[in-house]
């Protein structure tokens, strides 16, 4: 008989995506993100990040002080390291990401040709960055949707 209790395919991409979360070395913010195609098939990962070649040791992690002392110049986020760290043609993906993404992911969603996003979580709704990358969605036809959580409790033990 076919097991009847394994996880849906929007569980188990937004497990795939808070478990890249887990590889960011910021201690206020972990989102990870994960692109997957029309066939369901994962085509990339990405978690916020220094950029390659960057040491996490050397490089700042504040949110406050100086421009050029805090992480903000400097850190690549999530779904930008998904979009870059792809090998395969992004047109009428969904992106997967932990964070609704700020307006600058927004547009290399776009400009990449992924359609759909489904995120987790929008703790900075109504700031103009956001309202900046829904309007850019919007008029740019990718679909945005919040991941509704189902309650299950999935456990890696490694």
């Excluded at 395919?9 to 913010?29: C, H, V």
């Excluded at 805090?70 to 986020?77: A, E, I």
């Excluded at 964070?99 to 969603?109: D, H, T, V, Y």
């Excluded at 759909?116 to 709704?125: D, H, T």
Aim: with cysteine; aromatic share 10%; hydrophobic share 35%.
């Amino acid at each position: 008989m076919k097991r009847r209790d394994y996880i849906s395919w929007n569980e188990y991409f937004m497990g795939i995506a808070s478990l890249s979360a887990q590889r960011s070395k910021d201690s206020n913010t972990q989102v990870g993100a994960c692109i997957v195609n029309s066939e369901n098939k994962i085509v990339s990962v990405g978690y916020n990040g220094m950029p390659t070649g960057c040491s996490d040791d050397e490089m700042p992690w504040e949110r406050e002080g100086a421009f050029l002392e805090t992480k903000y110049p400097f850190v690549c986020h999530a779904e930008l390291n998904a979009i870059l760290n792809s090998n395969a043609d992004l047109h009428g993906c969904t992106l997967y990401v932990t964070l609704f993404p700020c307006n600058e992911c927004a547009k290399a969603i776009i400009q990449s040709g992924i359609r759909r996003v489904i995120y987790l979580e929008n703790k900075y709704a109504g700031t103009d960055s956001i309202r900046a990358s829904e309007l850019l969605f919007r008029l740019s036809g990718v679909a945005c949707e919040c991941y509704t959580p189902t309650g299950r409790d999935l456990t890696i033990s490694l």
